[in-house]
Every structure is written in structure tokens, then in C-alpha cells.
């Protein structure tokens, strides 16, 4: 997924562009590019690699442009090169996008045989083509580009700029986000907020379909008939401050050590200690018509559906069923009018996801979102938006939006609880009142990291890791070996404990260290047994136990010690310390934390 940033204005533009790409990198890195206007061209200039290669060109050609489009690149179609990277111009058209244009293959055979010739090999290539077809017609910018979007299919998030019109960025949507950022005399376009939330805090959300003329003195907003449309502005929160390291070597870091607060913002004002009820944003749910809620997400969002189920089946008695959006969507899924689904998404832009919930909605399901980013596709074709506050993530690693996301988890489990009548008032107050106090439990855990350093440094050149959970904890099992292959790119497995003697268990010996999260609680001794016969293997145990657990400690290698508090809690605790222990094996071993290889922050393509 490839991040986009446009400005009109009075300034030269590229030094906003190259540092709106840079808040940007962690939607891809493989290369990056501009186009500025120079007099009443523009002017291309393109890098294979990451944005020092652009940035060093900029001061070799030191562009005076105050119009310009810059893109930084993860590539679908066609290798990662400069040919390939975006700008890509066609005649008096050049173009940056981010999506997949699905019907490309065919449009490319359509204009070669109109004898086009194609520079590139990509699909977005052909954008240009068409939108240049149109100018050659006669047509003006905007219709230019209204009329090439017919022709288009996929997914596209765009911004063009014409030779000859030195004072306009045309912006298009569908299926992949894009924003407006308004300024005073100048304004803005943006795959994601970060990008120029150091410029402004104004931003219009383009919605589906949708396309804007960016002036520096205003922008007009349509549908992709040309019809006109009226979109306020939304005034962001978030500080730039929020988006920049706060003086931490990664993002990741961070992000971890902002997980107290994160937690705290997202359940503050959904709480009423007096009646024991939660508020999930206005969003009301007819109890009585409610047979099943279907989670679907992706990646770590997945494994928090995965402790949703635990925490509404335990405290709503309401079946749950938990899906893969990449699977759910396929699967000709039995959901109905009586079926909440609820999709689970930091981004609010995965497309797997998104697909999963216009299935749902397709068969009538109600659907509710956890989201962290406001105005999001996701967020905006949902019938409810539970927004967890967890602020920008920026680390490709998700870290505070998952325990944000279980927070919410908590908050929506007390709202079915309550209204099945399955959680009594009593019972209810009891879980707010440890809900309340756990970021401070949180904090507590992460200022004492320095203990996880030692166990880093022990296994940072292990081969393979496994991570064992049982109940509630199996989630974090996976969560915490996806946190270490994403970042160290060690292989790691993440399994229910009860099931490790059905296979995994032959993967034992001295070799492999075995992280296993055994807080006290329901299935403690059964934990214990699977601990004993990883030992009797050989295997290096680590165990995440709770304070005042002073038999464990003997029974392994290393212990790290969590607060001792209630299961349905124990998740946003048991997996602080497997989110640092991952950040420091990957950062001992020098890997590139915040962008690792081969991934993206939000993956909006299939
Ligand atoms: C997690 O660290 C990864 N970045 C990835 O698995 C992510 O959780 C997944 O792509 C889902 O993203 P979403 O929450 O934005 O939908």
C-alpha cells in the first residue's frame, strides 16, 4: 500500500512533500517520487529505494514548484525500480495512485493498439494514458479525469496534475483512502493523516466515489458524475507531536509505552460507574432479535476477535463466532438480520476486512467496527463505530491499537452482558472498577522492561521460538510469536498449550526457547503440566506468570511477572511483555523495526 501527499499553494512544495512522504513511509518504502509544477509543466522526479534516494535529488535539481503530487511506493504490479515508481506522466498527464486498477491488462491492450506505448509496468500507468485521451479531447482537468474513471475498475486513491493548469491537483477515491487537508491560502492531499497534520488540522474525508479540485484558495468536491457535494471538514485531535518518535529510536517503542494512555482514552466516557452500564458510541443493539455476534479481522486484529470470544460468550452468554476476513469473505457465510457482526480494524482500510463486512451487510447483518482511525472506510460504511483511541500507529507492528482493541472488547462484552441480563449490576461494577485500574497496572509492567532485556540478548539468535497460551491467553500466544516474526524474522508459532502433544511438541529441545503465558487462573495446573514436559525436553522456558507466583520460578529459565488480576483482564497484561521482548530481539539483531520487510501498515489489497 503506497502512501500519496499533494499541495497547492503559495510555497515551494517539495521540501512538504518529501516530509509528508516520510510520514508516510510506513504505508511502503520500495521507492518514491514527485511531480512539481515548473511554469506550467511538471517536472518528474523518481527513486528506487527509500526516500534518502529522492531526497538527495531534490537538492541536485532543487525544484521551485508550489503545485505538486509525491507518492511513496509498495509495489503490486511491477518491481520495485524508479521506471516503476510513481509519478508516472503520459503525454501532458502525470499521475500518482495507490489501489489496484483491476481492469488495467485489458485497457493497456485497448490503447497500444491505439498505438499507446507504455513506459512502465504498471497497472497505473494506464491512468494517465486515459486521463491524457481525455485532455487531448478538449476537456478540462476535472473532466478529463471524470471521464478516464469510467473506464477504470479496482481500487484507486489518485491525484493528477495536468500540464497547462499549474494551479489545480485533481483527487479521486474508490476503495482506498484519501483526505483533504485545508489550509489558509494553501491546501493539501493525503493518503493518511499523519502526512500533513503538521500543516493543518482540518481534513475532509473523501468519501466512496468521490472526486475534489485542490486550489490553494479552495476545493470543490464531487461524486464521479460531476454532481457537486457538500463536505465539512473534520478537526483532527491528534497533535503532530503524536505522529512524530517523542524521543524513543522507534515508533514501536513508542507506541508500547503509549498503551496506559491509549487504553485510558478509549475507555473514557463509555463508563457509567454509577449504573454499571458501557456506552458503545450511540450504537443501540435490539438484545432480543441478537442470535450470534461474528467477529472478522486480520492479522492482530484477528487475535483480539479471538479474546472478544472469550470475554462475550463469558460475560453476555451470546455465541460467537470468529472469522478471517480473507476467508469469511469467500466462504458464502451463513449471517443474517439476526447476527451482529463486528469487524475489528486499526487501520479501517484492510481490504479483506471491509470486503467481509459488505458480504455481512449483503445478508442483512448489522455491522459494528472497532476502529481507530475516524473517517476510515471501515468506520463509514458501518452501522456503528466503537473508535478505540489509541492515537496514530505508526509502527508496522501493532502494538497499542491491539490492547486498545481489547479494551473495547471489554466495554462491548459489559454492553451485551448488561442487556442479556447474563452480567448482573454487581458483577458488572466489580469488572469496571478492575477495568479502570488496569492502565496503571499496565505501566507498571512496561517500566519494569528492563528485565526483558536479559532474556532478548539470551535467545536473540535463536532459530525458531514457540509460544504456548491456554483460555483467554491462546490468543496471545499467537500474538505474541506474530509480533516476533514480523520484526525479527525469526519463526515463530504460537499454539493453544493443550494442543502442543499433538504435534508441536517433537519441535523440543535445547535449542528452542518456549515462551508460555501462565498466569494464575483457570487452567494454572494444566499449564503446568505442559510446562514440565516442554522441561523434560530440554526445552528454555519463559514464563509470563502473576506477581506472587513464587513456585513458577523454579520450574523455569526465566520468569516476567504480571499484576494478578481477573482472566477477562489478563490479555492487555500477559502481552506487554511479549511486545518487548519482540522489540528488543528484533532491535538487537538490527532489523528495521518500524518497516519491516515485506509489509505494510494497512493492506488494501487482497
Ligand atoms: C500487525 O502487527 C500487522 N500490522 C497486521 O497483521 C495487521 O494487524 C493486519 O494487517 C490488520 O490490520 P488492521 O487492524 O489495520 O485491519
Known amino acids: 500500500m503506497c502512501g500519496i501527499v499533494g499541495y497547492v499553494g503559495p510555497d515551494p512544495c517539495a521540501e512538504i512533500l518529501l516530509d509528508g512522504l516520510r510520514r508516510l513511509e510506513y504505508r511502503g518504502y520500495d521507492s518514491a517520487g514527485m511531480a512539481l509544477i515548473e511554469g506550467t509543466e511538471s517536472k ?38 524508479e521506471i516503476n515508481a510513481h509519478p508516472h506522466k503520459y503525454g501532458k498527464v502525470s499521475v500518482v495512485h495507490n489501489g489496484i486498477i483491476e481492469n488495467h491488462a485489458m485497457l493497456r491492450a485497448e ?30 482537468p476535472k473532466d478529463a479525469v471524470l471521464g478516464a474513471l469510467r473506464r477504470v475498475e479496482g481500487a484507486y486513491a489518485i491525484c493528477v496534475l495536468v500540464d497547462g493548469a499549474p494551479d489545480q491537483i485533481i483527487a479521486a477515491r474508490h476503495d482506498a483512502p484519501l483526505i483533504l487537508g485545508i489550509g489558509s491560502g494553501e491546501n493539501f492531499v493525503a493518503s493518511d493523516v499523519p502526512a500533513i497534520l503538521n500543516r493543518t488540522r482540518d481534513m475532509v474525508f473523501l468519501e466512496e466515489k468521490e472526486l475534489a479540485v485542490v486550489r490553494a484558495d479552495g476545493v470543490e468536491v464531487m461524486d464521479l458524475d460531476g454532481k457537486p457535494v457538500d463536505r465539512k471538514p473534520q478537526r483532527i485531535l491528534w497533535d503532530a507531536m503524536m505522529a512524530e518518535k517523542g524521543g524513543h529510536k522507534h515508533f514501536m517503542l513508542k507506541e508500547i ?4 494512555r491509549a487504553v485510558t482514552d478509549t475507555i473514557r466516557d463509555r463508563i457509567s460507574a454509577k449504573t454499571a452500564e458501557t456506552f458503545i458510541d450511540g450504537f443501540e443493539i435490539e438484545i432480543e432479535k441478537l442470535r450470534r455476534v461474528v467477529f472478522v479481522a486480520c492479522g492482530t486484529s484477528y487475535h483480539a476477535a479471538l479474546v472478544g ?55 442483512g447483518a448489522r455491522v459494528l467496527s472497532i476502529c481507530n482511525v475516524v473517517g476510515s472506510t471501515i468506520a463509514r460504511e458501518s452501522d456503528g463505530v466503537l473508535y478505540t483511541h489509541a492515537g496514530p500507529e505508526i509502527g508496522v507492528a501493532s502494538t497499542k491499537a491491539f490492547t486498545t482493541q481489547l479494551a473495547a472488547l471489554v466495554l462491548l462484552a459489559i454492553y451485551l452482558g448488561r442487556r442479556t441480563g447474563a452480567l448482573d449490576q454487581e458483577s458488572a461494577h466489580e469488572l469496571i472498577k478492575d477495568l479502570l485500574a488496569l492502565p496503571e497496572q499496565m505501566k507498571e509492567v512496561l517500566d519494569r522492561g528492563a528485565s526483558v532485556d536479559v532474556i532478548a540478548r539470551r535467545y536473540a539468535t535463536a532459530r525458531d521460538f514457540l509460544y504456548l497460551g491456554r483460555g483467554i491467553n491462546y490468543p496471545i500466544a499467537l500474538e505474541g510469536a506474530l509480533k516476533l516474526k514480523e520484526i525479527s524474522y525469526i519463526h515463530a508459532e504460537g499454539y493453544p498449550a493443550g494442543e502442543m502433544k499433538h504435534g508441536p511438541i517433537a519441535l523440543i529441545d535445547e535449542n528452542l526457547p518456549v515462551v508460555i503465558i501462565a498466569p494464575r487462573g483457570s487452567g494454572y495446573e494444566k499449564i503446568i503440566n505442559n510446562l514440565t514436559e516442554v522441561r523434560a525436553r530440554e526445552g528454555k522456558v519463559i514464563a509470563i506468570a502473576s506477581r506472587g507466583d513464587n513456585e513458577i520460578g523454579s520450574m523455569v529459565d526465566d520468569v516476567i511477572q504480571v499484576p494478578d488480576v481477573r482472566p477477562e483482564l489478563q490479555p492487555l497484561l500477559t502481552v506487554l511483555p511479549l511486545q518487548m521482548l519482540a522489540y528488543r530481539v528484533a532491535d538487537i539483531r538490527g532489523t528495521d523495526v518500524d518497516q519491516p520487510r515485506n509489509l505494510a501498515k494497512s493492506v488494501t489489497v487482497e
Open 44 to 81: 518528474i522526479l523518481r527513486s528506487q529505494g527509500k526516500l534518502t534516494n529522492l531526497a538527495r535529488l531534490l537538492s541536485e535539481h532543487r525544484p521551485t514548484g508550489t503545485t505538486g503530487i509525491g507518492h511513496t511506493r509498495w509495489a503490486t504490479h511491477g518491481r520495485p525500480t
Open 257 to 260: 509505552h503509549e498503551q496506559p
Open 111 to 140: 490503447l497500444e493498439s491505439n498505438g499507446h506505448k507504455f513506459s512502465s509496468e504498471t497497472d497505473t500507468e494506464i491512468v494517465a494514458h486515459l486521463v491524457d485521451d481525455e485532455v487531448k479531447a478538449g476537456r478540462s
Open 309 to 363: 470470544k472469550f470475554l462475550v460468550e463469558g460475560l453476555a452468554r451470546v455465541p460467537v463466532e470468529v472469522d478471517l476476513g480473507s476467508e469469511f469473505r469467500y466462504r458464502d457465510p451463513l449471517v443474517s438480520d439476526s447476527d451482529l457482526l463486528v469487524t475489528i480494524s486499526q487501520s479501517g482500510e484492510t481490504a479483506d476486512t471491509l470486503a467481509a463486512l459488505r458480504e455481512a451487510k449483503r445478508k
